[in-house]
């Protein structure tokens, strides 16, 4: 069935460094892809999203590119900030999974150090 | 802009006892979809609705059930609570249900069962 994988956490950086949480995906037919950000104590945020291939979905100065070849769509971002501290979950949406429902990855939990 | 509404925001309910949460899409939006969120878990799909019909049933417990009204809010019915239903619940929206839509979450409703 439809899966998605992401790095287990937690990941705590310094201020200002660069961010990468990689995310792969199992999938049968075309997924659309998402990332999510659930701050302490809040629901799901919508952070950016991508619904083909090569496609690049960006939004706070984070990104993440739907990577077919790879089944991939990593999230990335050039500064962090401590603001920035949150779990972040990958999640696909497929048409074709016999339902529409959105399938997350675990999450990974950010720490950010001023 | 609007955004999904849940209520209540926070339940305390003893073992055996019902809860009803209730969800209130985003204005327009056709589908809705619940999700069950333990601690430290990733979110686990429990049941969707599109156009006041059951479209498709993730994990849902037998003593749970869930109904989308003519206006398109959504409730959650959930019977003979156990300890294991402690958690958060969110509710999302979307246009349309085709498998590519972003889908638009509520902030949740904690339900802690004592």
């Known amino acids: 069935g439809d899966s998605v994988t992401q790095m287990e956490g937690p990941v705590t950086l310094s201020e200002e460094a660069f961010l990468t949480i990689n995310c792969t995906y199992t999938?049968?037919?075309?997924?659309?892809l998402f990332w999510y950000v659930q701050y302490p104590g809040e629901g799901l945020q919508l952070l950016l999203k991508a619904t083909k291939a090569d496609d690049k979905g960006s939004n706070k100065g984070f990104e993440a590119t739907y990577r077919k070849e790879t089944t991939s769509f990593h999230l990335e971002k050039g500064s962090v900030q401590v603001s920035d501290s949150a779990v972040y979950f990958c999640?696909?949406?497929?048409?074709?999974?016999?339902?529409?429902?959105?399938?997350f990855g675990a999450g990974t939990r950010l720490f950010v150090k001023a | 802009a609007a955004g999904v509404i849940q209520s209540p925001r926070h339940l305390i309910k003893e073992k055996r006892e019902t809860a009803t949460l209730k969800c209130y899409p985003i204005?327009?939006?056709?589908?809705v979809y619940w999700y069950q969120q333990g601690p430290g878990q990733d979110p686990q799909f429990l049941i969707s609705f599109y156009e006041k019909m059951q479209s498709d049933k993730g994990s849902i417990p037998d003593r749970f059930s869930a109904q989308q009204f003519s206006d398109y809010h959504s409730e959650l019915n959930m019977s003979s609570l156990e300890l294991g239903d402690s958690a958060l619940y969110f509710c999302?929206?979307?246009?349309?249900?085709?498998?590519?839509?972003?889908?638009?979450f509520g902030p949740g409703t904690r339900l802690l069962v004592l």
């Open positions: 999938a049968t037919g075309y997924p659309s």
């Open positions: 204005p327009r939006h056709d589908t």
């Open positions: 999302a929206s979307s246009l349309g249900y085709r498998g590519r839509e972003t889908q638009y």
């Open positions: 999640a696909l949406s497929a048409g074709n999974t016999g339902g529409f429902k959105t399938i």
